[in-house]
């Protein structure tokens, strides 16, 4: 069978983390990756191992070889980039914010329906065997009907005055960063979870350092530094650290969560509680192999992740047996497996998140910002 070729656009982060789990594929290889006009090409080659490195973008999306791309650049060269490699005849997979606007989302939704490629947007975090298993207890009703959802996302790495990443600007990331990049990971969780959309919100936005010292050197996301007070410069900020929102999901279900990258301590903290008139479910992320269940007339449980005990549904996102654990890689993992089966099977129907879901996030995300502004409720659209 012709192995698949894919180009991955962007080499910080996360695109070291897409370049790594591709080649668990097997099936798919990694032809090429597109790098900005400030990178060091030969020496992002030697250090991935990749053969081609090309500056740009047009070249690769032009070359007749490639199938699929990989974006994983800052957050303004998505739109741009999926649109041109719509526009190519190339599959695509974007990683979230899918846009930096509801408008610029909502044309690559309406795109890829015109065009029949296959188009996913990057939420990862659904991919979890155990959030697997929180979702098929809620669809087997174990919890009833859902009465709260509830949790947090928090990270520490941008705490400190003298933390930096490109994202604080919104020049640079867009208008928002904590919601966009991690409250928007827990929305699509607990809508996936349940199965129930935010209908209505009511949010509070803060930004507890609005200058920042900016390093006068590059450094790498959630680096630790030492350096000397001469070494920064001030920079004023114009996204948030912060958030909290309260909502509903429709006309009985009630939730509220916090996001933040300012919680001393959270490295990673992806958490959430979901509570029917049966049972009650919590999960995190910094112990992803266990969910906690709770009864009201039994003792609770606490079940750990093993292939042979979970849900038929959930098993297949776990391909090590019980004891072993499946990370934040193995999303990724998972994410492309069901993305690359979907391309060499055009009647195969998506089991991941699409670029209609990162349009939804976006839509949830304008909402918290009418919201913050008006002090009030608003519906989401």
């Known amino acids: 069978m012709r192995k698949l070729k894919t180009v991955v656009f962007g080499t910080g982060f996360v695109g070291r983390v897409h370049v790594e789990n591709i080649r668990r594929l097997g099936n ?4 090429a990756i597109g790098v900005g006009p400030d990178d060091d090409a030969q020496k992002l080659a030697a250090q991935l191992n990749v053969d081609r490195v090309v500056t740009g973008y047009r070249e690769l999306l032009g070359d007749p070889q490639v199938d699929a791309v990989h974006i994983c650049t800052p957050n303004p060269l998505h739109f741009p980039i999926a649109k041109a490699a719509l526009e190519a005849g190339k599959h695509v997979l974007c990683e979230k914010p899918l846009a930096i606007s509801a408008a610029e989302a909502r044309e690559l939704v309406t795109l890829a329906e015109k065009t029949g490629l296959r188009n996913c947007t990057f939420h990862n975090l659904r991919f979890y065997p155990m959030i697997q298993q929180a979702r098929h207890i809620c669809e087997s009703g174990q919890l009833g009907d859902i009465l709260i959802v509830q949790g947090t996302y928090s990270q520490d790495w941008l705490l400190y005055e003298t933390d930096w990443n490109w994202r604080l600007l919104s020049a640079e990331g867009g208008r928002s960063r904590c919601l966009a990049d991690i409250g928007s990971h827990w929305c699509d969780g607990v809508e996936h979870i349940t199965g129930q959309p935010i209908t209505s919100l009511c949010a509070d936005i803060q930004t507890f350092h609005p200058t920042r010292k900016k390093p006068k050197n590059i450094v790498d996301t959630f680096s630790g530094k030492a350096m000397r007070p001469e070494d920064y410069e001030d920079v004023p900020i114009d996204t948030e650290d912060y958030a909290a929102v309260m ?23 992806f958490r959430f509680e979901i509570y029917g008139t049966k049972g009650g479910i919590a999960w995190d992320g910094e112990r992803q192999d266990e969910i906690w269940i709770g009864h009201r007339g039994a003792p609770n449980q606490l079940l750990m992740k093993d292939p042979s005990l979970l849900a038929p549904d959930a ?11 499946e990370g934040y890689d193995d999303t990724f993992k998972q994410v492309f497996r069901r993305f690359y089966h979907s391309i060499e099977n055009c009647s195969a129907k998506p089991e991941y998140p699409q670029f209609a879901d990162g349009l939804r996030q976006l839509n949830i995300l304008d909402a918290e910002f009418a919201s913050h502004a008006r002090k009030g409720w608003v519906d989401v659209g």
Do not use: I, W
């Open 28 to 31: 798919v290889e990694l032809y």
């Open 247 to 269: 909502f509903h999901m429709g006309a009985r279900t009630r939730g509220c969560f916090t996001v933040s990258q300012v919680s001393a301590g959270r490295k990673n903290s």
């Open 315 to 325: 098993r297949s996102y776990a391909d090590l047996p019980g004891g072993h654990s």
